[in-house]
């Protein structure tokens, strides 16, 4: 085992030592950061150099070295990057994605008229819009058909397909007639469109969460209450009962898999918060008790304000491809997420950066950091969402979330400074996932 040695480093006296394979050539690049936010929270860094090897954080020095200034073997490939004009930080993280979808007039047609193969192809075409708006890693939570989302997810992880490290819950577990499963469809389609997370009682529960576990899901999906834009005048109240919710939880734990609920109504948000969930997607109409359940619990709250505007906003469209009673619904839990979310934060529930993008358009999602500075969030809390928070919610801050060595080399960066003017992240200039550069202006 050779070692790098980085040294002779203006006010560095200390030397940076990392470790090295001699058997193959190191592919190594050195990022010249004029500010960096390593650590969402802490403290913004000037004139600093992000030593990056073989798709890994290796180093952080302070100062702009050079390639003499690494000890790198005849044949490792060293090159350097020029972001001294930049603010860098880590990649950021949408935890609520839908990326094989997005929302239109067609959407219903698709789901029949598109195959499995159809359905991951345009997944491709998202998940690239994804990764150059900055978005380095996402959760789907809920996509159609019955393996295209996991040959997404499995071709990026591959280097097949360009995208973000995806995270997939494959079919969302819904009781019949629930915010989960297709509506509006004649009889004998949805013969056609069924699905496996579909399930009523306890033992048929279990089996839904089992089948996901089965089909490889990274975790598991429930609809706790029903939804906006299920074609059913169903409400948003509690759909599951409290012993189904407690099989859900109790199995996919069992099996390794942290579960996630969506929840409008308080009814269904707390029950789902008693039976165990780890986080609550969109939270509508939270309450006190809510808020006590989400501390109580170590829960997170993933608010996805920017799918409350944008329904709100095609629902009040005179000409709506919604159906009447999504257009209700959306009027009426629309406008209601940016205050939740204003009285989340103030109680101290985590927050995790989530946008339902697939409701919003695809590469929209940094939308959602100016809505949460709106909720009351400062940039820098904004930007801690969508990095530090979103990677622990994920059980991943192991390795994305900051740029620490041993993480992987997610990086972005801007021109301007983003904690100053959190629209800056709509902008984002240069993307590097896994050491690999996929944007730079």
Same mark, same amino acid.
């Given at each position: 085992m050779g070692r790098l040695m980085l040294k002779g480093l203006l006010k560095f006296t200390a030397s940076i030592s990392i470790m090295m394979t001699a058997a193959s050539a190191a592919d190594i690049s050195i990022i010249h950061a004029g500010r960096l936010l390593a650590t969402p929270g802490g403290a913004v860094t000037a004139e600093q150099s992000i030593v990056v090897r073989d798709g890994e954080?290796?180093?952080?020095?302070?100062?702009?070295?050079?390639?003499?200034?690494?000890?790198?073997?005849?044949?490792?490939?060293?090159?350097?990057?020029?972001?001294?004009?930049?603010?860098?930080?880590?990649?950021?993280?949408?935890?609520?994605?839908?990326?094989?979808?997005?929302?239109?007039?067609?959407?219903?047609?698709s789901v029949v008229e598109?195959?499995?193969?159809?359905?991951?192809?345009?997944?491709?075409?998202?998940?690239?819009?994804?990764?150059?708006?900055?978005? =380095?890693?996402?959760?789907?939570?809920?996509?159609?058909?019955?393996?295209? !989302?996991? /040959?997404?997810?499995?071709?990026?992880?591959?280097?097949?397909?360009?995208?973000?490290?995806?995270?997939?819950?494959?079919? =969302?577990?819904?009781?019949?007639?629930?915010?989960?499963?297709?509506?509006?469809?004649r009889n004998d389609i949805f013969d056609v469109i069924k699905s496996s997370g579909v399930c009523n009682g306890v033992g048929d529960c279990r089996r839904a969460v089992r089948e996901q576990v089965r089909r490889t899901a990274d975790h598991i999906k429930? !609809?706790?209450?029903?939804? !906006?834009?299920?074609? @059913?005048?169903?409400? @948003?109240?509690?759909?599951?009962?409290?012993?189904?919710?407690?099989?859900?939880?109790?199995? /996919?734990? /069992?099996?390794?898999?942290?579960?996630?609920?969506?929840?409008?109504?308080?009814?269904?948000?707390?029950?789902?918060?008693?039976?165990g969930v780890d986080s609550i997607e969109h939270g509508t109409f939270a309450d006190n008790e809510s808020f006590r359940l989400f501390k109580r619990n170590d829960a997170y709250l993933v608010p996805t304000v920017l799918a409350g505007v944008t329904v709100a906003e095609? %629902?009040?469209?005179?000409?709506?491809?919604? %159906?009447?009673?999504?257009?209700?619904?959306?009027?009426?839990?629309?406008?209601q997420i940016l205050e939740m979310t204003r009285r989340a934060h103030a109680a101290g529930v985590k927050i995790a950066f989530g946008t339902d993008t697939g409701v919003s358009k695809h590469g929209d999602n940094a939308r959602e950091f100016l809505l949460l500075v709106e909720a009351g969030m400062t940039p820098m809390q904004a930007i801690r969402a969508a990095t530090v928070v979103a990677a622990e919610h994920l059980d991943k801050d192991d390795i994305i979330g900051s740029i620490a060595p041993g993480k992987a080399a997610d990086i972005v960066a801007v021109d301007g400074d983003p904690l100053a003017d959190v629209t800056e992240l709509q902008d984002i200039d240069f993307v590097m996932k896994g050491g690999v550069i996929y944007k730079d202006d």
């Open positions: 954080i290796a180093a952080i020095a302070p100062g702009y070295i050079d390639a003499s200034a690494v000890d790198a073997g005849a044949d490792d490939q060293v090159s350097l990057i020029d972001l001294k004009d930049s603010f860098v930080l880590p990649g950021l993280i949408d935890s609520h994605v839908h990326i094989t979808s997005e929302l239109g007039p067609r959407g219903k047609l598109n195959s499995d193969a159809d359905t991951a192809i345009i997944g491709a075409r998202y998940a690239k819009r994804t990764l150059m708006a900055g978005f =380095t890693t996402v959760r789907d939570v809920g996509a159609r058909g019955d393996d295209a !989302v996991f /040959a997404l997810r499995d071709g990026i992880e591959r280097g097949d397909v360009v995208g973000p490290r995806l995270f997939a819950s494959g079919h =969302t577990i819904s009781p019949t007639g629930g915010h989960g499963q297709r509506h509006g469809y429930l !609809v706790s209450t029903g939804g !906006v834009l299920s074609e @059913t005048a169903a409400g @948003t109240g509690q759909q599951f009962f409290d012993d189904e919710l407690e099989a859900i939880m109790d199995t /996919a734990h /069992a099996m390794g898999r942290k579960v996630t609920a969506h929840a409008h109504g308080a009814d269904g948000i707390n029950a789902a918060l008693r039976a095609i %629902a009040s469209d005179p000409d709506s491809f919604f %159906a009447p009673a999504v257009r209700d619904k959306a009027k009426l839990v629309g406008p």
